[in-house]
């Protein structure tokens, strides 16, 4: 039987608010990433998904950088417009927001220096909430009905 379009997107965000409880927060990106190709997820969709959570507010991204020279830390920002124009890491090199952002735009060097990170607002936390209660019952469930079985009792 064939699922409609809308059955297959509820079914991801379901899938994926599970997953992302089951990593715990925050959640990094490329950890996503990886978890996408291993289960065939095309990463558009889960993208796709990611930004909808963020939209419905129950999710917030937040970059976090590191110095292109020591890869101390240099960071954690919401958007680039809230990065200072100068940043000095704890090694007391400077890196301004301009050459930070060319480094981004370089696929082969940006994973190098940020991280991005997905973390539940305070909607988001009920939200996820319930996906962690599930889990538990289910878990529970599985426990008592393994212990019914064996021969202990």
Same mark, same amino acid.
């Given at each position: ?25 925050? +959640? ?8 996408? =190709? ?6 558009? /969709?889960? &993208? @796709? #998904? ?37 940043? +000095? ?8 927001? =301009? ?6 735009? /370089?696929? &082969? @060097? #940006? ?43």
């Amino acid at each position: 039987m064939m699922t409609s379009p809308n059955e297959n997107k509820d079914g991801l965000m379901s899938l994926l608010a599970s997953v992302l409880v089951d990593l715990g927060f925050p +959640v990094i990106y490329s950890n996503l990433v990886y978890w996408a =190709k291993v289960y065939n997820i095309p990463l558009d /969709d889960v &993208d @796709e #998904a990611l930004r909808t959570l963020k939209e419905e507010g129950l999710l917030e991204i937040k970059y976090v950088f590191r110095c292109p020279k020591c890869g101390s830390p240099l960071g954690e920002y919401k958007h680039i417009h809230d990065v200072p124009e100068i940043l +000095v890491c704890p090694n007391s090199h400077e890196i301004s927001k =301009k050459e930070l952002v060319s480094i981004i735009q /370089d696929p &082969d @060097e #940006a994973d190098r220096i940020v991280t991005i990170l997905w973390y539940p607002t305070d909607k988001g936390k009920r939200f996820f909430r319930t996906f962690q209660k599930r889990k538990e019952k289910i878990l529970q469930r599985r426990i008592v009905e393994t212990i019914s079985k064996s021969s202990f009792c």
